[in-house]
């Protein structure tokens, strides 16, 4: 096991009135050096899965310990992502292999995971068998999925983070939404996309949830029922 040497080196001073003393003595430890979490990033091939294995290689406390996809399989990952330095871990298309040869080696590892709402289930039930923890960030998750995943890793007590957004600004923007949408009776969402079949986007939809499990109802004009529905029917959406 791999250990850190911490060593004092305190200088006791004894005074009195005829003499001046002085001892130093030195008292050393072995103390366990912590071991860097292990993250493995599940579609490392993907624009975002690039920014992650960057980030995750120059944080503290963490380091790349595999990643996965489809795409540019055997290659360097970090060449991939045109980093300096080639990271020597290749890219591989097989999950499974990866989380064993953390799983053997007993480290502490994390799946970040952004691969796509069909294959995510499965990849999140493989690390938890694993005993590892992930963080998920899948545009147009399904909420059935959301609510198996939350039902697998609570009878596995193992850890699972979904993440709607990971833009600071979108969390700040819906913040803001839900704090004004108390001041008005009217609620439009409008958004921009360069193709249509990427409208709504995720970022919208989850702004116009939260603004309808507020309980309040919205545009009473335009509506031909005063029943709470679920999100975008009793809010007015503008594509552009």
């Known amino acids: ?48 899965g690039r920014a992650a294995v960057v980030a995750v290689t120059r944080a503290r406390g963490m380091e790349v310990a595999g990643a996965v996809d489809t795409h540019f399989v055997g290659e360097d990952v970090g060449q991939v992502c045109d980093m300096e330095d080639p990271l020597e871990i290749p890219i591989m298309n097989d999950l499974t292999m990866v989380l064993g040869s953390i799983s053997q080696a007993k480290e502490t590892g994390v799946v970040v995971d952004f691969t796509y709402p069909s294959t995510v289930y499965d990849n999140i039930k493989q ?22 995943l939350s039902a697998l890793c609570e009878k596995a007590s193992m850890g699972c983070l979904i993440a709607p957004t990971l833009s600071i600004g979108s969390i700040l923007l819906q913040q803001a939404a839900i704090s004004a949408s108390f001041h008005y009776s ?5 958004e921009s996309r360069a193709t249509a079949t990427d409208l709504p986007s995720t970022d919208a939809a989850q702004i116009a949830r939260n603004l309808s499990n507020l ?16 999100a975008f029917s009793n809010l007015s959406y503008i594509t552009k």
């Not at 005993?131 to 399904?142: E, H, Q």
């Not at 009217?186 to 409008?190: A, D, P, Q």
């Open 1 to 48: 096991m791999a250990a850190a040497l911490s060593c004092h080196f305190p200088c006791l001073v004894l005074r009195t009135a005829e003499n001046i003393k002085s001892r130093s003595y030195v008292s050393c430890s072995m103390q366990p050096s912590q071991s860097n979490i292990k993250v493995v990033i599940n579609g490392a091939a993907k624009e975002i």
């Open 127 to 148: 690390a938890t068998a694993f005993g590892m923890k992930s963080v998920v960030y899948v545009p147009r998750i399904k909420n059935e999925t959301v609510t198996a």
């Open 186 to 190: 009217n609620v439009e969402i409008v």
């Open 215 to 230: 309980g309040q109802i919205y545009n009473k004009e335009d509506m031909s029922t005063d029943v709470l529905v679920s």
